[in-house]
């Protein structure tokens, strides 16, 4: 399935830095003794370089038995500075990122908390989840151990090259000739490891959306013998994401291959003259092993250094994704007024609204009045947008034009939090967490309830009958979305949480749909009993559930086209008595 995500913009590597250093604001202190302790470690190497000099013309070959006491033990002060120094580095750098990855992944959960439910229809959950389990892990090894790198290996090429200037400056120039053209491969490369990293990050979120797919899916994958075509589905992602991996791999080996190979030339082309100078009495001893050993230590740090192109584009194309996530807009509540409880009513006037791509209107110019403390029930085919007005009356969607108000003030005119924190919703998709059957009703602002409350809540839902019986009770965990329980028992969980809320309006989209016939008695005694005094939103497929509606609102095609009470509608000998007739037959049958 292909991403409708928008195009993701170049992020160059300073404006990373400019979005990760506010996250550590807080940390600078220990950001500078990271950059301090890693500056000096890196220091000891030319300083090691340079004691060689002395050790080789004055020790071995002065004899100079003053030199051979001090310099052994300059050097174990050297080793002992870089190792407390590297610790320190390692400690803080490890702290850092840390920090910066438990921070970025708050503030991408907190994002996906915030989205408008248009955002999820429009994007795979699992590139969502990837951005959060991986790409903020890129990011940070990206911005440490690109700093690590620069500073660390930075301060030793620097060091290093300082003192070959020094000993002789006539052969450095050859390897100062040499650098202009690896920086051409490296930004060659730079371009090509970017482009397949975006590519990665894609193919890594379709693999994490087939693995989630098929584990919730796991009875019908079963059921319907899907297994081959979900292996077929996992197996073309993992092929992508190895296809990229290897290319990876492939493009920074040759970077770092070339660029070994330019500076091994340098190396052999500066050691023949070396040798040539040592001949001619230009160069000590101490001098050509100072030299020697100074240009085989400048091998890592630049290897590090080329290889740094790889680390930096996935970086940055991680944060490219991230960061693209984290400037999505969240809800829209711009909304002052508080409702506190439906006094009058709801009233939709010309409302009209369709999803994106859609060919027609969901709902299409619709106008109702549901007045306060009394039961609308909404019936229709499949698709007339019934979920479709239940979901907008939550603000889960937005009218395209029209107005909704809730005694007489525009939904968007009302806090949103005000707005659900008055309304109780059950809808045909059962959502359960991983949890107890007390935490899963007693969810979110309702875990404030006592035990008690949630223990009367489930007796109205007819749900205390299985819950006594479980081993636990109410502590009874219930596994992933509730996959230990039957199907009418986790729709009677769901109920008792809608009951334990004791919302003034109330959202029943087909509620009762996964019953069996003696629990959708039980439950819907429960609910008339419920429906009392509040305002009620049914959305039922069985008519018979809702024959004692105040309301009945037949619609088709985003319209209401037949309302009034049960009694009347049949008089009516419309669409609503069609309905009620073939269902009627179609029990009679069953």
């Known amino acids: 399935m292909a991403s409708n995500s928008k195009p993701e913009s170049t992020l160059s590597g300073w404006e990373l830095y400019k979005r990760i250093f506010p996250y550590l ?35 071995f070959v002065g004899k100079n038995a003053e030199a051979m006491q001090w310099i052994p033990f300059a ?22 990122a840390g920090t910066l990855v438990k921070k970025m992944r708050e503030e991408l959960f907190d994002k996906l908390l915030d989205l408008p439910m248009a955002y999820y229809a429009d994007h795979q959950s699992g590139r969502m989840i990837s951005r959060i389990t991986n790409d903020v892990t890129q990011i940070s090894n990206a911005g440490f151990n690109i700093i690590t790198v620069t500073v660390k290996d930075g301060v030793t090429i620097l060091g290093l090259l300082g003192w070959l200037v020094y000993t002789d400056w006539q052969l450095t120039l050859i390897m100062f000739v040499l650098l202009p053209t690896v920086a051409v491969c490296v930004r060659f490369v730079s371009k090509r490891l970017r482009k397949l990293s975006r590519k990665n990050q894609q193919y890594m979120g379709e693999m994490t959306q087939a693995l989630s797919e098929s584990v919730h899916a796991a009875k019908v994958v079963k059921v319907y013998g899907g297994q081959a075509q979900e292996r077929v589905r996992f197996g073309r992602t993992i092929t992508e994401v190895l296809n990229t991996k290897v290319k990876q791999s492939i493009t ?32 000590t001893a101490g001098d050509f092993l100072s030299y020697l050993s100074a240009m085989l230590m400048l091998f890592a740090p630049f290897k590090r250094i080329t290889n740094m192109s790889q680390t930096l584009q996935l970086g940055l194309a991680a944060a490219e994704s991230v960061f693209a996530f984290l400037d999505e807009k969240g809800e829209l ?37 549901i007045q306060a403390g009394k039961v609308v029930a909404l019936v229709g085919a499949s698709g007339c947008g019934k979920t479709t007005l239940a979901n907008m009356l939550s603000r889960f969607l937005i009218a395209d034009s029209g107005r909704i108000e809730f005694d007489g003030v525009e939904i968007n005119d009302l806090d949103l939090r005000s707005l659900r924190s008055q309304i109780a919703l059950v809808s045909q998709d059962v959502v359960l ?52 329980l039957s199907g009418g028992q986790r729709q009677r969980i769901a109920i008792a949480r809608a009951l334990l809320k004791n919302a003034p309006i109330l959202i029943l989209d087909e509620a009762t749909s996964a019953l069996d016939n003696e629990s959708e008695r039980l439950v819907q005694a429960a609910l008339e009993q419920l429906m009392q005094a509040r305002t009620t939103i049914v959305i039922a497929h069985r008519l018979s559930t809702i024959e004692q509606a105040d309301l009945i609102v037949v619609m088709d095609h985003g319209e209401v086209v037949e309302q009034g009470t049960h009694s ?23």
């Open 75 to 96: 050097i174990i002060g050297l080793f002992v500075l870089r190792g407390v120094t590297s610790f320190i580095n390692e400690y803080a750098t490890s702290l850092l």
């Open 25 to 59: 604001r807080h940390y600078w202190l220990l950001f500078v003794v990271s950059l301090v302790a890693m500056a000096i470690a890196a220091a000891t190497e030319p300083a090691f370089v340079a004691l060689l000099k002395p050790l080789i013309d004055e020790g």
């Open 252 to 283: 920074s080996s040759l970077n770092t291959g070339i660029t070994q190979l330019i500076i091994a030339v340098a190396l052999s082309i500066i050691l023949y003259f070396a040798a040539e100078r040592a001949r001619s009495n230009a160069f």
């Open 333 to 369: 509540n711009q909304g002052t007024k508080t409702l506190t409880g439906l006094n009058q009513g709801i009233a939709l006037r010309d409302v009209v609204f369709r999803y994106t791509g859609a060919e027609r209107n969901a709902i299409n110019g619709l106008n109702l009045d």
């Open 433 to 484: 967490f991983n949890g107890s059957i007390l935490e899963n009703i007693a969810y979110g602002e309702l875990a404030t309830h006592s035990r008690e409350a949630v223990e009367k809540a489930a007796k109205m839902a007819n749900a205390w009958q299985f819950i006594e019986k479980l081993p636990q009770g109410l502590d009874t965990l219930i596994g992933e979305n509730g996959t230990k």
């Open 568 to 590: 009347e509608l049949l008089q009516q000998q419309g669409r609503y008595a069609h309905l009620h007739s073939a269902q009627l037959i179609h029990h009679k049958q069953t």
